[in-house]
Protein backbone atom coordinates (compact mmCIF):
# COMPACT_ATOMS: atom_id res chain seq x y z
CA UNK A 1 0.00 0.00 0.00
CA UNK A 2 1.46 3.31 -1.31
CA UNK A 3 1.75 6.56 1.47
CA UNK A 4 -1.07 8.04 -0.28
CA UNK A 5 -4.11 5.39 -0.51
CA UNK A 6 -6.70 6.13 1.86
CA UNK A 7 -8.52 3.49 3.04
CA UNK A 8 -11.64 4.34 4.84
CA UNK A 9 -13.18 3.47 7.76
CA UNK A 10 -16.16 1.53 7.10
CA UNK A 11 -17.91 2.71 9.84
CA UNK A 12 -17.90 6.30 8.34
CA UNK A 13 -19.05 5.55 5.05
CA UNK A 14 -21.77 6.60 4.06
CA UNK A 15 -24.49 6.26 1.05
CA UNK A 16 -25.97 9.38 -0.09
CA UNK A 17 -29.89 9.19 0.02
CA UNK A 18 -31.72 11.07 -1.98
CA UNK A 19 -33.52 14.00 -0.56
CA UNK A 20 -36.18 16.97 -1.17
CA UNK A 21 -34.89 20.12 -2.01
CA UNK A 22 -36.93 21.54 0.79
CA UNK A 23 -36.89 20.50 4.92
CA UNK A 24 -38.46 17.21 4.66
CA UNK A 25 -38.05 17.10 8.56
CA UNK A 26 -39.64 20.54 9.80
CA UNK A 27 -42.42 19.65 7.63
CA UNK A 28 -43.03 16.41 8.80
CA UNK A 29 -43.15 18.08 12.19
CA UNK A 30 -46.48 19.51 11.34
CA UNK A 31 -48.33 16.81 10.84
CA UNK A 32 -49.85 15.14 13.61
CA UNK A 33 -50.48 11.89 11.86
CA UNK A 34 -46.71 11.30 11.32
CA UNK A 35 -46.16 10.49 15.26
CA UNK A 36 -48.16 7.33 14.53
CA UNK A 37 -49.42 5.98 11.07
CA UNK A 38 -47.44 6.19 7.60
CA UNK A 39 -50.18 8.31 5.57
CA UNK A 40 -50.18 6.76 1.56
CA UNK A 41 -53.66 7.94 0.87
CA UNK A 42 -52.95 11.36 -0.68
CA UNK A 43 -54.96 10.19 -3.70
CA UNK A 44 -57.93 10.20 -1.48
CA UNK A 45 -56.98 12.05 1.46
CA UNK A 46 -54.52 14.04 2.53
CA UNK A 47 -53.02 14.29 6.25
CA UNK A 48 -53.71 17.90 8.46
CA UNK A 49 -51.66 19.93 9.73
CA UNK A 50 -51.13 22.22 11.94
CA UNK A 51 -51.85 25.19 10.05
CA UNK A 52 -54.59 23.85 8.26
CA UNK A 53 -56.44 22.58 11.83
CA UNK A 54 -55.52 26.74 13.15
CA UNK A 55 -57.31 27.43 9.87
CA UNK A 56 -60.48 25.65 10.81
CA UNK A 57 -60.19 27.04 14.38
CA UNK A 58 -59.84 30.56 13.22
CA UNK A 59 -63.24 30.33 11.18
CA UNK A 60 -64.67 28.85 14.08
CA UNK A 61 -63.23 31.48 17.09
CA UNK A 62 -64.65 34.18 14.74
CA UNK A 63 -68.46 32.36 14.41
CA UNK A 64 -68.17 31.66 18.02
CA UNK A 65 -67.07 35.30 18.72
CA UNK A 66 -68.90 37.43 16.68
CA UNK A 67 -72.17 35.48 15.54
CA UNK A 68 -71.97 36.70 12.05
CA UNK A 69 -69.05 37.81 9.71
CA UNK A 70 -70.05 37.64 6.28
CA UNK A 71 -66.99 40.53 5.12
CA UNK A 72 -64.60 38.50 6.63
CA UNK A 73 -65.40 34.83 5.83
CA UNK A 74 -66.51 35.82 2.04
CA UNK A 75 -63.06 37.12 1.94
CA UNK A 76 -61.23 34.44 3.20
CA UNK A 77 -63.08 32.55 0.27
CA UNK A 78 -61.82 35.22 -2.14
CA UNK A 79 -58.23 34.64 -0.83
CA UNK A 80 -59.08 30.99 -1.39
CA UNK A 81 -59.84 31.24 -5.14
CA UNK A 82 -56.88 33.73 -5.58
CA UNK A 83 -54.33 31.57 -4.37
CA UNK A 84 -56.12 28.47 -6.60
CA UNK A 85 -56.07 30.26 -9.47
CA UNK A 86 -52.12 31.52 -8.60
CA UNK A 87 -51.57 27.73 -8.57
CA UNK A 88 -52.44 27.17 -12.35
CA UNK A 89 -51.38 30.77 -13.63
CA UNK A 90 -55.02 32.14 -13.94
CA UNK A 91 -56.59 35.18 -12.49
CA UNK A 92 -58.73 35.23 -9.62
CA UNK A 93 -62.13 36.22 -12.40
CA UNK A 94 -61.44 33.02 -14.13
CA UNK A 95 -62.01 30.38 -11.26
CA UNK A 96 -65.27 29.74 -10.13
CA UNK A 97 -65.84 28.37 -6.39
CA UNK A 98 -67.76 25.14 -6.18
CA UNK A 99 -68.81 22.89 -3.32
CA UNK A 100 -67.23 19.82 -5.57
CA UNK A 101 -65.70 18.62 -8.53
CA UNK A 102 -69.41 17.71 -9.32
CA UNK A 103 -71.24 20.72 -9.06
CA UNK A 104 -68.49 22.40 -10.98
CA UNK A 105 -68.96 19.91 -14.24
CA UNK A 106 -72.61 19.66 -13.87
CA UNK A 107 -72.08 23.65 -14.12
CA UNK A 108 -69.72 24.10 -16.81
CA UNK A 109 -71.95 21.03 -18.67
CA UNK A 110 -75.08 23.10 -18.31
CA UNK A 111 -73.42 26.00 -20.53
CA UNK A 112 -72.73 23.54 -23.34
CA UNK A 113 -75.69 23.43 -25.47
CA UNK A 114 -76.15 19.42 -27.26
CA UNK A 115 -79.09 20.34 -29.90
CA UNK A 116 -76.73 21.65 -32.80
CA UNK A 117 -74.55 19.18 -35.17
CA UNK A 118 -72.17 19.62 -32.47
CA UNK A 119 -73.54 16.80 -29.74
CA UNK A 120 -70.64 14.82 -29.10
CA UNK A 121 -68.38 14.12 -26.41
CA UNK A 122 -65.25 12.54 -26.24
CA UNK A 123 -64.53 11.39 -22.75
CA UNK A 124 -61.39 9.28 -21.59
CA UNK A 125 -62.21 5.86 -20.10
CA UNK A 126 -59.72 7.46 -17.31
CA UNK A 127 -62.40 9.68 -15.98
CA UNK A 128 -63.17 9.44 -12.29
CA UNK A 129 -67.13 8.05 -12.19
CA UNK A 130 -68.92 11.30 -11.55
CA UNK A 131 -67.45 13.08 -14.88
CA UNK A 132 -68.31 10.26 -17.17
CA UNK A 133 -71.54 10.09 -15.11
CA UNK A 134 -72.01 14.16 -15.97
CA UNK A 135 -71.44 13.88 -19.36
CA UNK A 136 -73.97 10.80 -20.04
CA UNK A 137 -76.44 12.51 -18.32
CA UNK A 138 -76.16 15.19 -20.94
CA UNK A 139 -77.32 12.81 -23.45
CA UNK A 140 -81.15 13.52 -22.08
CA UNK A 141 -80.30 17.12 -23.22
CA UNK A 142 -79.29 15.77 -26.68
CA UNK A 143 -75.38 14.35 -25.94
CA UNK A 144 -73.95 11.50 -27.80
CA UNK A 145 -70.70 10.03 -25.36
CA UNK A 146 -67.99 8.53 -26.72
CA UNK A 147 -65.10 7.02 -25.09
CA UNK A 148 -61.49 6.80 -25.17
CA UNK A 149 -60.77 3.47 -23.73
CA UNK A 150 -57.97 2.31 -21.28
CA UNK A 151 -55.16 -0.17 -22.56
CA UNK A 152 -54.39 -3.23 -20.46
CA UNK A 153 -51.79 -0.95 -18.15
CA UNK A 154 -54.50 1.17 -17.34
CA UNK A 155 -52.93 4.17 -19.13
CA UNK A 156 -55.00 6.23 -22.37
CA UNK A 157 -52.62 6.22 -26.03
CA UNK A 158 -52.91 9.53 -27.16
CA UNK A 159 -53.22 8.32 -30.59
CA UNK A 160 -56.51 7.07 -30.02
CA UNK A 161 -57.87 10.50 -29.16
CA UNK A 162 -57.60 11.64 -33.16
CA UNK A 163 -59.75 9.04 -34.83
CA UNK A 164 -62.51 10.05 -32.30
CA UNK A 165 -62.46 13.37 -33.11
CA UNK A 166 -64.81 15.44 -35.67
CA UNK A 167 -66.27 18.33 -36.47
CA UNK A 168 -69.42 16.84 -34.33
CA UNK A 169 -67.03 16.67 -30.89
CA UNK A 170 -68.35 19.41 -28.58
CA UNK A 171 -66.35 18.91 -26.16
CA UNK A 172 -63.21 16.33 -25.01
CA UNK A 173 -62.97 15.10 -21.56
CA UNK A 174 -59.52 14.00 -20.35
CA UNK A 175 -58.61 13.45 -16.66
CA UNK A 176 -55.02 15.04 -15.94
CA UNK A 177 -53.90 11.51 -14.27
CA UNK A 178 -56.18 8.13 -14.06
CA UNK A 179 -57.20 7.90 -10.13
CA UNK A 180 -56.59 4.30 -9.91
CA UNK A 181 -52.96 4.29 -10.89
CA UNK A 182 -52.10 7.44 -11.19
CA UNK A 183 -51.11 7.32 -14.97
CA UNK A 184 -51.25 10.84 -16.50
CA UNK A 185 -52.73 12.04 -20.26
CA UNK A 186 -50.73 14.91 -22.57
CA UNK A 187 -52.67 17.33 -22.10
CA UNK A 188 -51.18 19.41 -24.20
CA UNK A 189 -51.46 17.36 -27.41
CA UNK A 190 -55.27 16.40 -26.21
CA UNK A 191 -55.77 20.27 -26.01
CA UNK A 192 -54.62 20.56 -29.46
CA UNK A 193 -56.01 17.39 -30.93
CA UNK A 194 -59.36 19.18 -29.70
CA UNK A 195 -59.02 22.61 -31.27
CA UNK A 196 -58.20 21.47 -34.55
CA UNK A 197 -61.53 19.64 -34.72
CA UNK A 198 -63.08 23.19 -32.81
CA UNK A 199 -63.80 21.01 -29.94
CA UNK A 200 -63.07 22.55 -26.36
CA UNK A 201 -61.30 20.54 -23.73
CA UNK A 202 -62.04 19.62 -20.18
CA UNK A 203 -59.67 18.74 -17.55
CA UNK A 204 -59.97 17.05 -14.03
CA UNK A 205 -56.89 17.87 -12.33
CA UNK A 206 -58.13 16.53 -8.87
CA UNK A 207 -54.93 14.29 -9.11
CA UNK A 208 -52.47 16.21 -10.70
CA UNK A 209 -53.19 19.35 -8.47
CA UNK A 210 -50.47 19.96 -5.17
CA UNK A 211 -48.33 17.60 -7.32
CA UNK A 212 -46.37 19.35 -10.19
CA UNK A 213 -46.69 23.10 -12.22
CA UNK A 214 -50.04 23.23 -13.83
CA UNK A 215 -50.45 26.22 -16.12
CA UNK A 216 -53.25 26.12 -17.52
CA UNK A 217 -52.13 28.73 -20.58
CA UNK A 218 -49.51 26.81 -21.64
CA UNK A 219 -51.61 23.26 -21.43
CA UNK A 220 -54.26 25.04 -23.66
CA UNK A 221 -56.78 23.95 -21.85
CA UNK A 222 -60.30 25.58 -22.40
CA UNK A 223 -61.57 24.44 -18.83
CA UNK A 224 -60.16 22.67 -15.81
CA UNK A 225 -61.69 21.63 -12.34
CA UNK A 226 -59.97 20.36 -9.25
CA UNK A 227 -60.85 19.93 -5.41
CA UNK A 228 -58.95 20.27 -2.08
CA UNK A 229 -58.66 17.07 -0.36
CA UNK A 230 -56.06 15.58 -1.89
CA UNK A 231 -52.70 16.97 -2.61
CA UNK A 232 -53.75 20.28 -2.08
CA UNK A 233 -53.80 19.22 1.66
CA UNK A 234 -57.50 20.25 2.85
CA UNK A 235 -60.58 18.73 3.12
CA UNK A 236 -63.83 18.03 1.28
CA UNK A 237 -66.45 20.77 0.50
CA UNK A 238 -65.08 23.07 -2.10
CA UNK A 239 -63.43 22.78 -5.12
CA UNK A 240 -62.52 25.40 -8.38
CA UNK A 241 -63.77 25.86 -11.74
CA UNK A 242 -60.85 27.28 -14.41
CA UNK A 243 -63.01 28.46 -17.26
CA UNK A 244 -60.91 30.06 -20.12
CA UNK A 245 -62.16 33.83 -19.84
CA UNK A 246 -63.51 34.73 -23.19
CA UNK A 247 -65.14 31.22 -23.25
CA UNK A 248 -66.43 32.12 -19.57
CA UNK A 249 -67.89 35.46 -20.81
CA UNK A 250 -69.93 33.32 -23.60
CA UNK A 251 -71.47 30.82 -21.30
CA UNK A 252 -74.97 31.41 -19.70
CA UNK A 253 -74.84 28.03 -17.04
CA UNK A 254 -78.38 26.74 -16.09
CA UNK A 255 -76.77 25.40 -13.16
CA UNK A 256 -76.16 28.35 -11.54
CA UNK A 257 -76.87 30.17 -8.06
CA UNK A 258 -77.04 33.90 -6.45
CA UNK A 259 -72.82 34.14 -6.58
CA UNK A 260 -73.05 33.81 -9.66
CA UNK A 261 -74.56 37.06 -10.27
CA UNK A 262 -72.94 40.17 -10.84
CA UNK A 263 -73.86 41.79 -7.78
CA UNK A 264 -75.05 38.78 -5.43
CA UNK A 265 -76.17 40.99 -3.29
CA UNK A 266 -78.62 43.09 -5.36
CA UNK A 267 -80.85 40.61 -4.32
CA UNK A 268 -83.27 41.10 -7.21
CA UNK A 269 -84.94 37.29 -8.25
CA UNK A 270 -85.86 39.09 -11.28
CA UNK A 271 -82.29 39.75 -12.71
CA UNK A 272 -80.52 37.24 -13.99
CA UNK A 273 -76.76 39.09 -14.85
CA UNK A 274 -73.50 37.29 -15.04
CA UNK A 275 -70.76 37.67 -12.79
CA UNK A 276 -67.44 38.60 -14.65
CA UNK A 277 -65.61 35.54 -16.42
CA UNK A 278 -65.54 32.01 -14.23
CA UNK A 279 -67.09 33.92 -11.32
CA UNK A 280 -71.03 33.18 -13.09
CA UNK A 281 -69.81 29.17 -11.96
CA UNK A 282 -70.08 29.96 -8.39
CA UNK A 283 -72.83 28.92 -6.99
CA UNK A 284 -74.72 29.59 -3.23
CA UNK A 285 -73.68 30.70 -0.15
CA UNK A 286 -69.74 29.50 -0.53
CA UNK A 287 -68.36 26.45 1.46
CA UNK A 288 -66.98 29.38 4.28
CA UNK A 289 -64.89 27.04 6.20
CA UNK A 290 -63.56 24.95 3.79
CA UNK A 291 -62.31 27.69 1.81
CA UNK A 292 -60.43 28.27 5.05
CA UNK A 293 -59.15 24.73 5.69
CA UNK A 294 -58.42 25.45 1.90
CA UNK A 295 -56.87 28.23 1.94
CA UNK A 296 -54.27 27.35 4.56
CA UNK A 297 -53.59 24.09 2.32
CA UNK A 298 -52.67 25.84 -1.06
CA UNK A 299 -50.56 28.27 0.92
CA UNK A 300 -48.61 25.19 1.80
CA UNK A 301 -48.90 24.11 -1.63
CA UNK A 302 -47.16 27.74 -2.72
CA UNK A 303 -44.54 27.87 0.11
CA UNK A 304 -42.51 24.04 -0.70
CA UNK A 305 -43.62 24.99 -4.41
CA UNK A 306 -44.92 22.57 -7.01
CA UNK A 307 -41.68 22.22 -9.15
CA UNK A 308 -39.89 21.14 -5.41
CA UNK A 309 -42.81 18.18 -5.27
CA UNK A 310 -42.49 17.27 -8.31
CA UNK A 311 -39.00 16.15 -8.00
CA UNK A 312 -39.49 14.30 -4.58
CA UNK A 313 -42.56 12.88 -5.69
CA UNK A 314 -40.78 11.39 -8.75
CA UNK A 315 -38.40 9.75 -6.11
CA UNK A 316 -40.80 8.29 -4.37
CA UNK A 317 -42.87 6.85 -7.09
CA UNK A 318 -39.23 5.58 -8.68
CA UNK A 319 -38.71 4.21 -5.01
CA UNK A 320 -42.35 2.69 -5.09
CA UNK A 321 -42.26 0.89 -8.34
CA UNK A 322 -38.58 -0.62 -7.92
CA UNK A 323 -39.72 -1.58 -4.08
CA UNK A 324 -42.59 -3.79 -5.39
CA UNK A 325 -40.57 -5.57 -7.80
CA UNK A 326 -38.09 -6.46 -5.46
CA UNK A 327 -41.07 -7.76 -3.10
CA UNK A 328 -42.79 -9.25 -6.01
CA UNK A 329 -45.91 -7.21 -5.79
CA UNK A 330 -47.87 -6.88 -9.19
CA UNK A 331 -47.71 -3.19 -10.40
CA UNK A 332 -50.93 -1.84 -12.58
CA UNK A 333 -50.27 1.39 -14.40
CA UNK A 334 -47.07 2.67 -16.27
CA UNK A 335 -43.36 2.34 -14.84
CA UNK A 336 -42.48 5.53 -16.07
CA UNK A 337 -42.17 8.24 -13.26
CA UNK A 338 -42.57 10.91 -15.86
CA UNK A 339 -46.19 10.02 -17.10
CA UNK A 340 -47.58 9.49 -13.52
CA UNK A 341 -48.88 11.60 -11.22
CA UNK A 342 -48.05 10.25 -7.12
CA UNK A 343 -50.39 7.38 -7.26
CA UNK A 344 -49.11 3.57 -7.53
CA UNK A 345 -51.41 1.10 -7.55
CA UNK A 346 -50.73 -2.63 -6.81
CA UNK A 347 -52.96 -5.51 -7.77
CA UNK A 348 -54.02 -7.58 -4.65
CA UNK A 349 -56.19 -10.82 -4.57
CA UNK A 350 -59.99 -10.96 -3.23
CA UNK A 351 -61.23 -7.92 -1.30
CA UNK A 352 -58.53 -4.85 -1.76
CA UNK A 353 -61.10 -3.10 0.56
CA UNK A 354 -60.27 -5.81 3.12
CA UNK A 355 -55.99 -5.67 2.74
CA UNK A 356 -56.40 -2.05 3.47
CA UNK A 357 -57.96 -2.66 6.65
CA UNK A 358 -55.03 -4.84 7.93
CA UNK A 359 -52.53 -2.48 6.56
CA UNK A 360 -54.14 0.01 9.18
CA UNK A 361 -53.78 -2.58 11.82
CA UNK A 362 -49.20 -2.10 10.45
CA UNK A 363 -50.08 1.87 10.46
CA UNK A 364 -50.22 2.32 6.98
CA UNK A 365 -53.30 4.21 5.03
CA UNK A 366 -53.55 2.74 1.80
CA UNK A 367 -56.44 3.51 -0.39
CA UNK A 368 -58.34 0.43 -2.09
CA UNK A 369 -59.95 0.79 -5.23
CA UNK A 370 -61.60 -2.34 -7.13
CA UNK A 371 -58.94 -4.66 -6.96
CA UNK A 372 -55.85 -2.63 -6.63
CA UNK A 373 -54.81 -0.81 -3.40
CA UNK A 374 -53.36 2.62 -4.16
CA UNK A 375 -50.22 3.96 -2.70
CA UNK A 376 -49.87 7.91 -2.99
CA UNK A 377 -47.42 9.44 -1.25
CA UNK A 378 -46.61 13.71 -1.41
CA UNK A 379 -44.36 16.20 -0.49
CA UNK A 380 -43.92 15.10 3.23
CA UNK A 381 -43.54 11.26 2.53
CA UNK A 382 -39.85 9.88 3.39
CA UNK A 383 -38.30 6.89 1.35
CA UNK A 384 -38.63 5.08 4.80
CA UNK A 385 -42.50 5.38 4.39
CA UNK A 386 -42.55 4.12 1.32
CA UNK A 387 -40.33 1.33 2.40
CA UNK A 388 -42.22 0.28 5.14
CA UNK A 389 -45.60 0.61 3.35
CA UNK A 390 -43.98 -1.39 0.81
CA UNK A 391 -42.98 -4.14 3.43
CA UNK A 392 -46.78 -3.93 4.94
CA UNK A 393 -48.48 -4.44 1.96
CA UNK A 394 -45.91 -7.54 0.93
CA UNK A 395 -46.59 -8.68 4.43
CA UNK A 396 -50.36 -8.72 4.56
CA UNK A 397 -50.70 -10.03 0.99
CA UNK A 398 -47.90 -12.75 1.70
CA UNK A 399 -49.63 -13.66 5.33
CA UNK A 400 -53.20 -14.90 5.21
CA UNK A 401 -55.60 -12.79 7.95
C1 LIG B 1 -59.97 12.61 -10.41
C2 LIG B 1 -61.14 12.84 -9.49
N1 LIG B 1 -62.18 13.60 -9.90
C3 LIG B 1 -63.24 13.82 -9.10
C4 LIG B 1 -63.31 13.27 -7.84
C5 LIG B 1 -64.51 13.52 -6.98
O1 LIG B 1 -65.00 14.81 -7.12
P1 LIG B 1 -66.15 15.39 -6.20
O2 LIG B 1 -66.46 14.41 -5.13
O3 LIG B 1 -65.58 16.68 -5.68
O4 LIG B 1 -67.31 15.64 -7.08
C6 LIG B 1 -62.24 12.48 -7.37
C7 LIG B 1 -62.19 11.86 -6.04
O5 LIG B 1 -62.93 11.95 -5.16
C8 LIG B 1 -61.14 12.27 -8.22
O6 LIG B 1 -60.11 11.51 -7.85
Known amino acids: ?25 AWR ?27 AESFLDSWGRDGM ?59 FPTVGQLWLAQEARGAVVDWVPLTADGTIDVAAYEPRLSERTAVVSASHAYFVNGAKQDVATIARLAHERGALLFVDAYQTLGTEPIDVKALGVDALAGGCLKYLMG ?36 RLDWATGARRFDGGTPPIVNAYIARAGLDIIHEVGPAAI ?25 RDVDRKAPTTAIRVPGNSADVEQRLRQHGVIASARGNVVRLAPHFYSSLEDVDRALDALAYVLHHAA
Open 1 to 25: MTADTHVPDPSTLQVALPAPSYDLR
Open 29 to 55: ERIPLLAHAVPMNNCSQAPQTDATRRA
Open 69 to 127: DWETWVAEVERARLSFARLINADADDVAVTSSVSQAVSALASALSFDGSRRRVLASGAE
Open 235 to 270: TAGIAFLYVRRALAESFHPTVTGWFGRANPFAFDPA
Open 310 to 334: AGWLRVLSGRLITGADERGLELYGT
